[in-house]
């Protein structure tokens, strides 16, 4: 796996399948219970097309209950798959198979989805220069994986949270008395991060330009605002839009000549994937 798709920690991922098995299991799970507990196998379908993200999960939700599952995957992460793709097959012990299934499948549905939406908005670009972010706009307890899933659907990650970049908004320049004065108090306490100011007017672009910083986010600009601020900027610091973007108009967004688009549908708005995991070998049509 390449080091841009490569998955959150591992002590992360265990912490996201531990709270969702307990959540799912509680005290045990009283209709596994009925089956008895024989070697048996299974197979995972996907029903739709869709771009896959969420296999660490997935896989780290059987290993907790059956340590010796066997998961062979017939993808990868990112890859583009068609309905009535059979994704993985699996054999293990029937009953932390059926346990092991709803958790599973709900972390890979719901990263598939953010990675499939990610790779339409990716799509729309694709010939221009600009690229796709993603926001803090995530399922609380699942940024990490989210972000992740962004990656394998083609795009890139915005800042993780509010430690690992400094972003000035209205109200920390109106509070500092101006932008410039805004941004120097801002590389006075934090010398190492990367700067980001959102401006509303090209006046204050052209401030954002002269203060420095590494993005300048243009906010509610129309295309002819969009379009001067690209002139304006000259390449000399990356441009982000962001806020009331759809795929009905990124194209055109895309081509004003802007660096970055940053859209929070990629991780706010899941439809997840229809998946589907079975007991037994695959039906001959689909092995």
């Not at 991922?13 to 008895?36: C, M």
């Not at 507990?37 to 907790?64: M, Q, S, T």
């Not at 970049?165 to 320049?173: D, G, Q, S, T, Y």
Request: glycine fraction near 8%.
């Amino acid at each position: 796996m390449s080091a841009e798709l490569a998955p959150p920690p591992d002590s992360a991922i265990a912490d996201d399948v531990a709270r969702a098995l307990a959540e799912d299991i509680g005290g045990g799970d009283v209709t596994a219970a009925l089956l008895p507990d024989a070697d048996d196998v299974a197979y995972l379908l996907c029903k739709e097309d869709a771009v896959i993200a969420g296999r660490p999960w997935f896989d780290a939700c059987h290993r907790a209950l059956d340590p010796r599952v066997r998961i062979d995957w017939r993808v990868r992460e990112g890859d583009r798959v068609a309905a009535g793709t059979v994704l993985a097959t699996l054999a293990g012990r029937s009953r932390a198979l059926v346990s092991a299934e709803r958790a599973a499948l709900n972390f890979l549905q719901t990263l598939s989805g953010t990675a499939t939406a990610t790779a339409r908005y990716v799509e729309a670009v694709r010939g221009t220069r600009t690229r796709i972010l993603d926001t803090r706009k995530t399922l609380p307890g699942l940024r990490l994986a989210q972000k992740y899933a962004v990656r394998c659907g083609g795009g890139h990650n915005h800042r993780i949270g509010l430690y690992d970049a400094v972003m000035l908004k209205e109200n920390h320049i109106r509070a500092a008395g101006s932008l410039a004065a805004a941004v120097r108090e801002a590389r006075r306490q934090q010398p190492s991060l990367p700067l980001i100011v959102e401006v509303e007017t090209l006046e204050q672009l052209d401030q954002a330009l002269q203060a420095g910083c590494e993005r300048i986010l243009v906010d509610d600009f129309d295309a002819d605002a969009r379009r001067e601020a690209v002139r304006r900027a000259a390449g000399r610091i990356p441009l982000e839009v962001s806020g009331g973007v759809d795929l009905s108009t990124l194209r055109g967004i895309a081509e004003d000549g802007v660096d970055y688009v940053s859209i929070g549908g990629l991780t706010k708005h899941v439809r997840a994937i229809d998946l589907s995991m079975k007991l037994g070998p695959p039906p001959a049509g689909l092995a």
